[in-house]
């Protein structure tokens, strides 16, 4: 694909002081957004489009701070002027939703009631919270309606409590690699990837932060049991194979085998800068999202709430197994049976659930078409 | 199937529908029939599509298009949810043609299928000379043509007559578009190139 990444970018920071009423019975009292923007919003505030991040996502999407060229946004491929998400066009918004641990209000910041970090005194954040807060977002920039909100994976959960939640404020919903809700084997991953820091001894209860300390041990094996998950079988035959890093049997429990060193890279990664207890909420927040649970599960009825007028683009990814087509597919058909108009496509690329990120150009040429046939 | 030229069979099926009908078009290819019906008679259309350059081009041309293998049948759409289910040039590439016609009168109140006519006269003499027919209409050569069912319009009807389908309408062209004026079905047999039929399921 054409065009160039939005260079260099600042974040922000908002502050909420109304309280956020949530999903869980909590409240937050007030809070605090780390926010991007790229693009210009236009006089008739038309042109904005929202990115909600996934799993281990924040408000740095695209471009890279001026003091650090190597930290490019999680998303940068895809945004930027010539770009699908083409910032000569759009007004681009991308949020750390609350509870994360990249300068939105999470268990790490203060807790005003004690002055002492939230840790696990912070309550369970869910989608339709995260809708709430990027609703009030949209609010303080004066946007009545998203042109578009744009997600994968826990990301699209996102952008489809959006069209059910508030269906007069997005004209267009991309819902890409994602799932109307979690299924037994997927919630089984993320209650592992959670054993594995609730009982690390440095967890302390989620109250690490007075002891000094981090779960840094549990935080890694969730993230590398999460990482292979989010790779297709093929694609790490392909990238590590059986390969050996000394080229012959050691006998013992050193890094051996390539795809063990890859692992243990991407676990210590994670564990070194990520704050366990948000990957905690992420993971509830994605094993709790089930938007027709309160349709006795009937998701057409639940979808009967989106507007006529909304378009949608359902993506999935041949190789994904943890969000496989078939579950895209069951949003397609839930808004198929409401007249919704919808695009989905089944993209053959091999990355598995992390496809979405990935710069292909059939990818990322569908997703410029349908922003392409937004009017603003 | 790509492009809007050369495509009579799409003013027979535009003359079909009526605005704010619910079109469902199978094997929409670049999406131009549902463009020219959504531009000409106001229509909410739908698309499926199995090649993605294919779903790409549909996308831009502003079609809503639902990726998708019709020989895996039509299993993400409801009951009744269309007006129109079109088929256009469509059903010699599909294996499962029972499987099809039933599927679309599932979802659609009425189907709108066009197909080359293998017992147009121009074929047969080709067959009768020892070649495999290429034509206006069957375009391929024997080697790399996506057809997998060669029927005649005879065919056709009986197959709709054993599965109880009814035929509201049928529309036969020549191979310039020009529609036949002529009532015997074995004229129209032996003179039709592209055959277009509005059928129903008697209920």
């Avoid at chain 1, 909100?149 to 919903?173: E, K, T, Y």
């Avoid at chain 1, 009937?298 to 507007?307: C, G, N, P, Q």
């Avoid at chain 1, 990818?363 to 410029?368: F, I, M, T």
Wanted: proline residues 4%; contains cysteine.
């Amino acid at each position: 694909m054409s065009g160039s990444s939005v260079g260099v970018v600042e974040a922000q920071r908002i502050h909420f002081s109304e309280p956020l009423h949530l999903r869980s019975g909590g409240v937050l009292p007030a809070y605090d957004l780390a926010v991007e923007t790229y693009g210009t919003l236009n006089a008739a505030k038309s042109n904005a489009i929202l990115v909600c991040h996934a799993l281990s996502g924040h408000h740095h999407v695209a471009g890279h701070y001026a003091d650090q060229p190597e930290n490019l946004g999680w998303w940068d491929n895809i945004i930027g002027p010539g770009r699908p998400l083409d910032t000569d066009r759009f007004f681009i918004v991308g949020l750390n939703n609350p509870g994360g641990c990249h300068g939105s209000t999470g268990p790490s910041s203060i807790n005003p009631a004690t002055g002492k970090p939230w840790g696990a005194d912070f309550p369970i954040v869910a989608v339709s919270d995260w809708v709430e807060a990027q609703a009030r977002l949209a609010d303080h920039f004066g946007i009545d309606a998203w042109a578009a909100v744009v997600g994968g994976s826990l990301g699209g959960m996102q952008a489809l409590r959006w069209a059910i939640s508030h269906p007069q404020r997005i004209r267009n919903a991309l819902i890409i690699a994602s799932a109307p809700k979690l299924t037994a084997q997927n919630i089984a991953f993320n209650d592992v990837a959670r054993q594995a820091i609730l009982t690390d001894p440095d967890f302390h209860g989620g109250h690490y932060y007075e002891h000094g300390t981090r779960p840094v041990r549990g935080l890694r094996l969730a993230r590398m049991l999460g990482h292979i998950t989010y790779l297709s079988d093929d694609q790490m035959g392909e990238k590590f194979g059986r390969e050996l890093r000394h080229g012959s049997f050691a006998f013992d429990y050193d890094v051996e085998f390539e795809v063990e060193s890859y692992l243990r890279y991407q676990g210590d990664k994670f564990a070194g800068h990520f704050d366990a207890n948000t990957y905690l909420l992420m993971t509830k927040a994605l094993d709790y999202f089930d938007p027709a649970r309160l349709d006795d599960g009937d998701l057409v009825r639940t979808m009967a709430r989106s507007s006529p007028q909304t378009n949608f683009f359902v993506a999935s990814f041949t190789t994904d197994w943890r969000f496989s087509p078939a579950r895209s597919r069951e949003i397609v058909a839930a808004l198929l049976a409401n007249g919704r108009r919808v695009s989905y496509a089944e993209i053959d690329l091999n990355f598995g659930h992390d496809s979405f990120l990935m710069a292909d150009p059939h990818y990322h040429g569908l997703v410029d078409a349908f922003l392409g046939n937004i009017r603003l | 199937m790509t492009n809007a030229q050369g495509r009579p069979d799409f003013a027979v099926i535009a003359g079909w529908v009526a605005p704010g009908h619910r079109v469902l078009d199978l094997g929409c290819g670049d999406g131009s029939l549902l463009r020219q019906l959504i531009d000409a008679r106001n229509v909410q259309g739908w698309g499926v599509e199995i090649e993605p350059a294919n779903v790409l081009a549909a996308m831009r041309n502003g079609i809503n298009v639902i990726q998708s293998n019709l020989e895996d049948g039509l299993r993400d759409f409801a009951d009744d949810a269309f007006d129109h289910v079109v088929l256009s040039r469509t059903l010699q590439t599909v294996r499962h043609t029972e499987g099809i016609l039933n599927e679309m009168l599932r979802v659609g109140r009425e189907a709108v299928v066009s197909f080359p006519n293998f017992a147009y006269w121009k074929n047969l003499r080709s067959v009768l000379d020892g070649r495999m027919p290429v034509s206006e209409d069957l375009p391929y050569q024997w080697y790399d043509s996506p057809n997998v069912r060669f029927f005649t319009l005879l065919d056709f009807e009986a197959l709709c007559a054993q599965m109880g389908l009814t035929v509201v309408e049928r529309r036969v062209l020549d191979e310039a578009g020009e529609s036949i004026a002529v009532d015997a079905a074995h004229d129209l047999n032996f003179l039709g190139s592209l055959a277009v039929y509005r059928l129903t399921r008697a209920r």
